[in-house]
């Protein structure tokens, strides 16, 4: 954005990776709703786009606000006019320096994690969120305990029921349909020497896109497809690496069977982990993948930032931190305006994206002395996804955050087919989550955005008998 509206001007772009992140395939699904494939590509490629571009490779090691200037990790300096910190977030790890228990944020790490899994035949997977929900799916030959902290899978998107619509899916046999990988990589070459992977890297490659697993080879060195199981409202109490656990004299679980009796294991195992519900597992590794912290750290020293509670560096409606000339977008950032009642930040790659095209935006217009006017994107939180296979679009207050009690559900379910759920509040649609192919997120999302008092079609609302598309045309 930058790059095109000021071509004469001098562009930096900072990272520590040799690529970087283009979005492909862009589609915009509906008003709010988009889609895209997120693919690694040679910074060079973008420097020949844009010649006022110069990608430079390097870690940031200092900010000096006051001075207007960046000092990189190999020692030079940058003087800067305006800056924007989109330094993203990293993993949230439950043990950090442990050399069993890998992040998943990036693409470096599920390469890392695709490597441990190729000897693996048992794993444990805690957290609850979508990378969780689409490790567990896609692994197979490889026996999974998933540790989550709620009462049912997949809290940050759906509700109980959506996850018992969502369940039978795991013990399916999975159907082998070979897909096209559609990002290309470029690794780093140092990166293969390291045989096992140490989780605490402080290099970190930006998220995952929203087909992060594809093309990789997500199967452990046992014959069979899925073997899952779930342990609910728990959290790691602690992690036991195998001497440690021999001197314990503590016994430790087998795979848990359909007859409840569980047998203690006889196998020794390189970690263990005992959960707060008392039960400990042998596995070879572990996955956290239990959300993110916004990545602050090399940019608060010495500047005073206000900083929300999240952790992330406060923007207010122009992206613009509490610094002078310096903006912030994506995962590093708060939304700290007052938000659309349909609209809140998630750490995810759609919003980043949005927030990205945005700064630019804002920083174009705060140098040229023009108003702007804040993003339509921010009106209403939409997002659409894909988990087991199924498609799934979520809107506005979807899992009635913030709504209190205040507001009522409204349920369709076709088993193995589709999962319908609106979130009303006094006659008016706040949310929806849509799970198959519905084809009403276009309807929703304009029920939503134009909050039409609805309190007359009742039930009728949800009737699939009724082309509901036809009333609200």
């Not at 283009?22 to 040679?42: C, G, H, I, R, Y």
């Not at 890998?102 to 957290?127: H, M, P, W, Y």
């Not at 989550?433 to 008092?453: A, R, W």
Request: proline letters at 4%; one cysteine or more.
């Amino acid at each position: 954005k930058l790059a095109m509206e000021f071509p004469s001007e001098d562009i930096f772009l900072m990272t520590t990776s040799p690529v970087i992140k283009a979005v492909t395939n862009f589609k915009q699904v509906s008003k709010t709703l988009e889609e895209f494939d997120v693919e690694e590509q040679p910074s060079s490629l973008l420097e020949k786009r844009y010649p006022n571009i110069k990608v430079i490779q390097s870690g940031v090691k200092q900010l000096k606000s006051g001075e207007h200037k960046i000092f990189t990790e190999d020692g030079k300096e940058y003087m800067y006019e305006k800056l924007c910190l989109c330094a993203g977030a990293k993993p949230k790890l439950i043990f950090e320096g442990n050399p069993y228990v890998l992040g998943i944020r990036d693409t470096d790490s599920a390469q890392a994690f695709q490597k441990n899994l190729a000897r693996a035949e048992r794993i444990v997977v805690v957290g609850n969120g979508g990378i969780a929900l689409e490790l567990v799916y896609e692994i197979q030959g490889c026996e999974v305990i998933w540790a989550i902290k709620d009462k049912a899978i997949g809290n940050t998107f759906f509700d109980a029921g959506a996850a018992e619509f969502l369940i039978p899916k795991l013990s399916a046999e999975k159907q082998e349909t070979p897909i096209e990988c559609k990002r290309t990589k470029y690794t780093m070459e140092e990166s293969e020497e390291k045989e096992r992977p140490v989780a605490t890297s402080d290099k970190l490659g930006s998220a995952l896109g929203p087909d992060w697993h594809e093309g990789l080879h997500l199967k452990g060195t046992k014959e069979f497809s899925h073997k899952v199981h779930i342990e609910i409202l728990c959290e790691v109490k602690k992690i036991y690496l195998q001497q440690e656990f021999i001197q314990l004299q503590r016994t430790s679980l087998t795979f848990p069977k359909e007859e409840k009796n569980v047998e203690p294991d006889e196998v020794l195992w390189p970690v263990y982990v005992e959960l707060t519900n008392g039960k400990i597992y042998g596995c070879d590794f572990i996955v956290s993948a239990t959300g993110v912290v916004p990545n602050v750290k090399p940019f608060l020293d010495g500047n005073n930032f206000a900083v929300g509670e999240d952790g992330g560096l406060k923007v207010d409606k122009h992206m613009r931190t509490s610094l002078p000339d310096i903006y912030a977008a994506g995962d590093i950032c708060t939304a700290a305006w007052e938000p659309s009642p349909v609209w809140h930040q998630m750490r995810l790659w759609t919003q980043a994206r949005q927030m990205g095209w945005y700064a630019g935006k804002c920083m174009v217009a705060d140098t040229l002395g023009e108003s702007v006017e804040m993003d339509f994107s921010f009106e209403l939180f939409a997002h659409v996804t894909k988990f087991f296979n199924y498609k799934v679009v979520v809107l506005g207050k979807y899992n009635a955050q913030g709504l209190g009690l205040d507001h009522e559900l409204m349920l369709r379910c076709t088993k193995g087919q589709e999962y319908v759920k609106v979130v009303m509040q006094n006659g008016r649609m706040m949310g929806a989550v849509l799970i198959g192919e519905t084809d009403l997120e276009e309807t929703f999302e304009n029920l939503i955005l134009n909050q039409m008092d609805l309190s007359a079609y009742g039930e009728d609302l949800l009737n699939p008998d009724i082309d509901i598309e036809d009333y609200f045309d």
